[in-house]
């Protein structure tokens, strides 16, 4: 859970857990100072790897998914309404009108 909240810092969330946990669980008093806090802090680590991990995915899901929204934004512009005529046809600006292409 606590990978999950705080996940955006996952270096130190990774830290706070490898050394938080172990600690807690021995001032407790619910586990003994010894060489099973090494394995304690492994397991913790992973557990708040797997909720930094699934903050990861959606942060960046999230980020993905409001770029595509934002170039599809700038590809339905339309043009202004006077520059069409009924049936689709262009209507060139009124500065070009009467003017030939270079290719005419």
């Known amino acids: 859970m606590i990978g999950a909240i705080f996940g955006r810092w996952w270096r130190v969330t990774l830290l706070v857990s490898a050394v938080g946990w172990p600690i807690l669980l021995a001032a407790t008093g619910a586990m003994s100072v010894g060489p099973a806090l090494l394995g304690v802090s492994g397991l913790a680590v992973l557990?708040?790897?797997?909720?930094v991990l699934f903050?990861?995915?959606?942060l960046r899901g999230g980020r993905r998914l409001?770029?595509?929204?934002a170039s599809r934004r700038k590809q339905l512009t339309l043009?202004?309404?006077?520059s069409f005529i009924g049936n689709g046809c262009h209507v060139p600006a009124a500065g070009h009108i009467g003017r030939r292409s270079a290719g005419r």
Not at 47 to 51: D, K, R, V
Not at 55 to 58: D, G, L, P, V, Y
């Open 66 to 69: 409001r770029r595509a929204m």
């Open 55 to 58: 903050h990861q995915i959606i």
């Open 79 to 82: 043009p202004p309404a006077n």
């Open 47 to 51: 557990n708040t790897g797997a909720g």
